[in-house]
């Protein structure tokens, strides 16, 4: 069997350098003549976040032009909207009904959530954070993916995939595949412009397709100590080091490394990150913005995508269905 490959994106806000540094492009680069890939946009997965209807069309819309100016291929791979395949839903909630709460009590994410209330722990916490990992399981085992790329904090909510998939595998018969999660493998965790991870829920991102100014502007405002120029600089835990990192070979890493031990001034250290920056991006921005003449497109695509991947779905939630008597009557 071929080695299917899966991952999505969840459609909050706008796509940013850790979208593509972590998922668009180690999972473009996995795909090959001996996989099919499964790209998809997690809207669902948006709504648990969101109730701001007109952002997430608009996320939808920029994930999914992030994704083709990468150099995704429509035609070589399944490119689709999570909430067009109707059977992901469907198989939540056969899933959820097999899935322990004790499972979902331990997800980081919902144990975050009841960490930051104080009297009252259920604050501010919808059912769809508490069974989000279902849903990505669903994701994941509708297609019977063998191989998801994703970011380590992701990594327990693929382990928690393969405990629902064995549990079914277990109740009824073998149907699922486990699945395996691939960690990009200088497994980084791409820092934002305040040094934490890069995250739309931290406000601290470097977007993907803006143009060059917008660019510039976001390196210029990575926050840095205030070492004058000329005095010797530490690379080691530097946000703007670690993304020059991301992006530049290993002979401009060390060259940029003794820059910094000379005392480069931090003005001139950004102007490099930004140089190496946008040396990778702007393929990527001119890609975008010819495809972003073409109003229909992204909805064309997608459209055509669910109506090729969607028939697996049917397929395989149809012999679900017939395991768990949720059936016509003999
Ligand atoms: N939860 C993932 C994230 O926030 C997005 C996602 C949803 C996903 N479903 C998935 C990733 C299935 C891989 C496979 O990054």
Partial sequence: MKKRILTGITTTGTPHVGNYLGAIKPSLELADENSESFFFLADYHALIKTQDTKSIKSSVKDVALAWLSSGLDPNKSYFYKQSDIKEIT???????????????NRAHAYKAAVADNKSDEDKGINMGLFSY???????????NSTHVPVGSDQL????????????????????????????????KIIPGIDGRKMSKSYKNIIPLLSDEKTLKKSVAKIVTNSLE??????PDGCTVFDLYSCFANEAQQSQFKKAYLDGISWGDAKNELF????????????TFIKLDEDKN??????????????????????????????????
């Fill in 90 to 104: 469907e198989l939540s909630w056969i899933l959820t009904c097999i899935t322990a709460k004790g499972l979902m």
């Fill in 133 to 143: 990992p279902i849903l990505m399981a669903s994701d994941i085992l509708i297609f």
């Fill in 156 to 187: 327990q909510h693929l382990e928690m995939t393969r405990d629902i998939a064995q549990r079914f595998n277990h109740l009824y018969t073998k149907t699922f595949n486990i699945p395996e999660a691939i960690v990009h493998e200088n497994n």
């Fill in 229 to 234: 120029p000329g005095e010797p600089k530490n």
């Fill in 275 to 286: 140089n190496v920056i946008n040396e990778e991006l702007l393929p990527i921005r001119e």
């Fill in 297 to 330: 497109l992204v909805n064309d695509l997608l459209d055509a995508g669910a109506e090729k991947v969607r028939p697996l779905a049917q397929e395989m939630l149809g012999e679900l269905r017939e395991l768990v008597g949720i059936s016509k009557i003999e």
